[in-house]
């Protein structure tokens, strides 16, 4: 079969996500990231020094001037990633202006800059997380109770959506095996499942009428996934708390799969034996599997995986670059897939 080549990637092609959301609507994406960011109330005032050491910094003129919440008073001790080493690309950042002004967060809207649009006044703290199933220690904890046993960490991560944009992250947070530990999971417990805040007060996308998504936004892993070094719990991102946009107060950042992986603003983790539902698996089966792991050769019914854009796009063009098994973690994350037939199981 011929496939044409295209010049450059399409704004067409890189927001099929919100497809299901408004077929009507033509997105316009690149222009006014730089306005994105005014609207959404991020000021010219500083971050504080805490964080001292921290290698990448949210520039002092696009950080948000609100009250920063307590836990950031945590970033103080955390050593700089050491770049090239397992945890950390030394590839290029991706501008923390984009990062927080070109987002995918449908409970706050289905175009690119929405969720920062509407998400100036969400309430991240107080915050509590609900742990439930196949566990020892269920319960409701508060975000105090989840992040006090665990020393914080830089890691610079590769993120490629679906829709075959990619960016260079440099998240704070903690391995996610260390939470699981934390509740201590039984011998059922084969999976965990993720759960968005429902809130259609604060968020909404949530109550729109053309909502196809069945809220809360839910994802999940199989265990031994979960507890890979690389799964991590994100509670900041440049040196900075995450805004509300990128997941605010605590996110998952699952770097060698697909970026919906990467659940934002968790309020329920829950342990289960079967295999559980996930948001886009449930509104796509045919578009989104389970796994969701990155893969040029297993191609999206409607867009090939092989290539990606990095970002940020500019007016001279963008950075196309080939896209890598397992996102470029196949050393690492291989094992975890060896004798499944990844294009069954996408
Ligand atoms: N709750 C929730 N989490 C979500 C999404 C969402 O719409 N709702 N979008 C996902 C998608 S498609 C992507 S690509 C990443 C984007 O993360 P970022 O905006 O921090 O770059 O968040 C993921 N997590
Ligand atoms: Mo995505």
Known sequence: MLIKSKPDILPSEITPESVYMSRRKFIVEGAGLALGVAAGGLSTQAFAADGDGLRARAPADVVRSAPAPWWVSKFASIAPAAEGGPFSTEET??????????????????????????????????????????VDKPGIYNLEDILKPHALEERIYRLRCVERWSMVVPWIGFPLADLIKQ??????????QFFTLFDPSQMPGQRSRFTTISWPYREGLRIDEAVHPLSLIAV?????????????????????????????SIVKIRFTESEPETSWNMLAPEEYGFY???????????????????????????TRMKTEIFNGYGEQVASLYSGMDLARFY
Do not use: C
């Not at 967060?105 to 289905?110: A, D, L, M, N, P």
């Not at 969400?122 to 742990?131: C, G, L, N, Q």
């Not at 509740?183 to 965990?192: D, E, I, L, R």
């Open 93 to 134: 950042l991706t501008p923390y202006s984009d990062v927080v002004s070109y987002n995918n967060f449908y409970e706050f809207g289905v175009e690119k800059g929405d969720p920062i649009a509407n998400s100036g006044r969400f309430e991240a703290d107080p915050w509590s997380v609900t742990i439930e199933g196949e």
């Open 236 to 264: 900041g991102l440049y040196g900075n708390y995450l805004p509300p946009q990128n997941g605010a107060p605590l996110r998952l950042v699952v770097p060698w799969k697909y970026g919906f992986k990467s659940i934002k």
């Open 183 to 192: 509740f201590q999971p039984n011998s059922k417990a084969k999976y965990v």
């Open 292 to 318: 969701a792991n990155v893969n040029p050769e297993v191609h999206h019914p409607r867009w090939r995986q092989d290539m990606e854009t990095r970002l940020p796009q500019s007016l001279f063009g963008s």
